[in-house]
């Protein structure tokens, strides 16, 4: 163990870091040399220089762990984000919830993705469905130039081994807020999503480069798009989950900036995973798709200035020094900027298609869902920026809130939705519409069917509205599935002989309309705000809320005080439903309270309690009494938000297994990315 620890002491992290960033610069350097001359060595070099950068990095984080599992303060990372009460779990958990951590993470979860494509098999006579060995020479290139930009920006600004003296015999421990499970997986499953769209970003860079984008190329781009666009559905989704059960404010998304700088990337990457597929199916959208690879991938750097630098404030923003965000703006100039430049200069000498299609087929549909997601993306974009950009130009302090992103966005969510359901059914090319309606008529129906239960049910017309384009989505792609199914050989009419990747957007599609109806659910929400000692009862949407106790309890680094509620189905009298204990807690190290709400999750609500403050008094006879205010919510549908998500990023995964069959063939040769 003591050889061990030697081996992974801070210096042999800080070393690795440092070896890994010459790495990834030989990486982004020699192989493109390399691909200037025919049959160069300098080529070959890129999978090994690939997979060895991705060990440095690594290694770099064992060293990190076990400096902070071993209480190492003397490193300053450590000594302000840990403690020696702190559980281990959140010992390394935490090393990614600070700005150092964070950044180191990136840039290895960007090696992580190197690593995965120079392990991907290549062209040969064998596979010759293979990545063109060239074309994946230049990839890992261009993803090695990024990685070095941002390792040079970990060595000079975010050295996460940075020593400290005199060391402290405790450290400052972890913010209390981010004590939480889901800390240990949501940024991992976020920044491999943004991190992922650099794939897609090198493809465009390289299709610009050689002066080509054809169909086989999309082909080779679309499941590394899919990939990122699956993993930061995950991590959006899992963030939203963390507002809502960890903050304790009763909400799901609050269009905090840092949430907004997570969506703006997701909203241009859904539009870029519909355009890779037109280019892949009917060789159209070329010079749109590269333009979208470079502006998810410029969306995901933006993301990470502006969490950075200081001019977004949040619960979750990183750092507050205007040094560091002034080096990645830098970065997002060289690399977003400088693509823009070559976009401008090349997109022009593209070939272009000849084919074009009808205004009523699938790639219009896709098309029309393009320019809406982007538009979305626009007004999200300026909702974010407008407040801080004011701030600093003119001195004036605005306020952007849910006011106007729900004005905004809403009338650009209500047409988009539409226009999912109908896609479904289009063929490529040119629809007729007397095979058309045939084939929409079932979902109509449906829709229809819901119209006076929705109006009903849901608190507001414009959430019934919703409501009932979400189910039209949602039976449109049932829909669409039974008549594929029905269209099958009738011996050959099982569901597993459909196409995955049917499977996996009609699962993206529903998986989006069961977000929405959660959405349009959590519109109803009944919230009441109540002052209880033990026995106190509160009365909500007809259920019976009793405080029974008041409790205090010792946690590994904090103190806190717990309410027992039991909720009863009618009345004081009716059967018990269910126990909730909510929580507050003191945190003596840091000086903070938090909040540890419960919540029971059923079928088609949650019973949500949160625990505001605790006052202690004392009776004569110096005995102590508890009282407590309790925010208490019935929330519709609540649980449909993140099950929605879960389905959209599993229609994703889909469509990333293996096919059953041999792909078809697509327009262009074989060995044409080179």
Not at 254 to 282: C, M, Y
Not at 308 to 325: E, K, Q, T
Not at 328 to 337: K, Q
């Amino acid at each position: 163990m003591i050889v061990l620890a030697t081996i992974l002491c801070p210096e042999s992290g800080h070393f690795a870091l440092a070896l890994a960033c010459a790495l990834a610069l030989m990486q982004g350097v020699l192989p493109l040399a390399g691909l200037r001359r025919a049959d160069s060595p300098l080529t070959a070099l890129a999978r090994p220089l690939a997979l060895s950068q991705c060990l440095a990095l690594l290694f770099s984080w064992a060293c990190l762990i076990t400096a902070s599992l071993g209480n190492d303060f003397s490193l300053k990372l450590i000594a302000e984000t840990s403690a020696i009460n702190k559980p281990w779990a959140y010992k390394i958990a935490g090393l990614w919830g600070n700005h150092e951590g964070s950044l180191l993470l990136w840039v290895t979860l960007l090696s992580l993705w190197c690593a995965g494509l120079a392990l991907l098999p290549g062209q040969s006579p064998t596979q010759p469905e293979g990545l063109p060995l060239r074309l994946r020479a230049r990839l890992l290139a261009l993803l090695g130039l990024v990685g070095a930009g941002f390792q040079l920006f970990c060595l000079t600004t975010s050295n996460p081994f940075l020593r400290l003296w005199p060391v402290p015999a405790d450290g400052m421990g972890m913010n209390p807020l981010l004590q939480d499970p889901g800390l240990a997986v949501h940024p991992p499953l976020l920044y491999s999503g943004y991190v992922g769209f650099a794939v897609p970003f090198a493809f465009a860079i390289s299709a610009l480069l050689e002066g080509k984008a054809d169909a086989l190329w999309a082909r080779h781009m679309r499941p590394w798009v899919i990939s990122a666009w699956a993993l930061l559905t995950l991590g959006i989704t899992l963030g939203s989950w963390w507002s809502y059960s960890v903050l304790g404010w009763g909400g799901y998304w609050f269009w905090d900036p840092v949430e907004n700088a997570a969506l703006i990337p997701w909203l241009t990457g859904t539009a870029l995973l519909h355009s890779v597929l037109v280019v892949e199916k009917r060789n159209l959208l070329h010079v749109w798709c590269l333009l979208l690879a470079i502006a998810t991938f410029a969306f995901s750097l933006s993301g990470t200035f502006l969490v950075r630098s200081g001019i977004l404030n949040s619960v979750h923003a990183f750092a507050n020094d205007p040094a560091r965000g002034l080096f990645i703006l830098g970065l997002l100039g060289l690399y977003g900027g400088g693509s823009l430049l070559l976009f401008a200069i090349r997109a022009p000498s593209l070939p272009t298609p000849q084919a074009g299609f009808s205004p009523l087929s699938r790639e219009s549909a896709l098309l029309l869902n393009n320019i809406l997601l982007c538009t979305l993306c626009a007004v999200v974009l300026t909702g974010t920026l407008y407040p801080p950009f004011m701030q600093l130009l003119f001195g004036r302090t605005l306020s952007v809130g849910k006011p106007f992103f729900d004005a905004t966005t809403i009338p650009l969510t209500l047409p988009l939705l539409a226009v999912m359901g109908v896609s479904m059914a289009l063929p490529w090319r040119q629809a007729r519409t007397d095979r058309l309606l045939p084939r929409l008529v079932p979902a109509l129906l449906i829709t229809a069917g819901t119209i006076l239960p929705a109006f009903w049910l849901f608190p507001t017309p414009l959430a019934a509205l919703a409501a009932l384009l979400a189910l039209w989505v949602i039976s449109a792609a049932l829909c669409d599935l039974f008549l594929r199914l029905r269209g099958l050989p009738a011996g050959d009419r099982q569901l597993h002989r459909l196409p995955r990747s049917l499977w996996a957007a009609s699962l993206a599609h529903v998986g989006v309309g069961v977000t929405i109806l959660g959405l349009c659910g959590m519109a109803g929400s009944q919230e009441r705000l109540i002052e209880a000692r033990p026995g106190t009862h509160a009365t909500l949407t007809g259920r019976d809320w009793e405080l029974t106790a008041l409790t205090p309890h010792h946690g590994p680094n904090y103190e806190a005080v717990e309410a027992h509620l039991t909720i009863r189905r009618h009345d004081a009298h009716g059967p018990v439903l269910a126990d909730l204990t909510p929580e507050i807690r003191l945190f003596p190290q840091q000086g903070q309270r938090t909040l540890h709400v419960a919540i029971l999750h059923r079928p088609l609500e949650d019973l949500y309690a949160a625990l505001g403050s605790v006052k202690e008094e004392r009776d004569p006879r110096g005995q102590s009494h508890y009282s407590a205010i309790l925010r208490l919510h019935e929330n519709p549908l609540a649980s449909w938000i993140w099950l929605g998500g879960i389905i959209m990023a599993l229609g994703g995964g889909l469509h990333l297994l293996p096919s059953r069959r041999r792909p078809k063939p697509v327009e262009g040769k074989v060995g044409s990315c080179h």
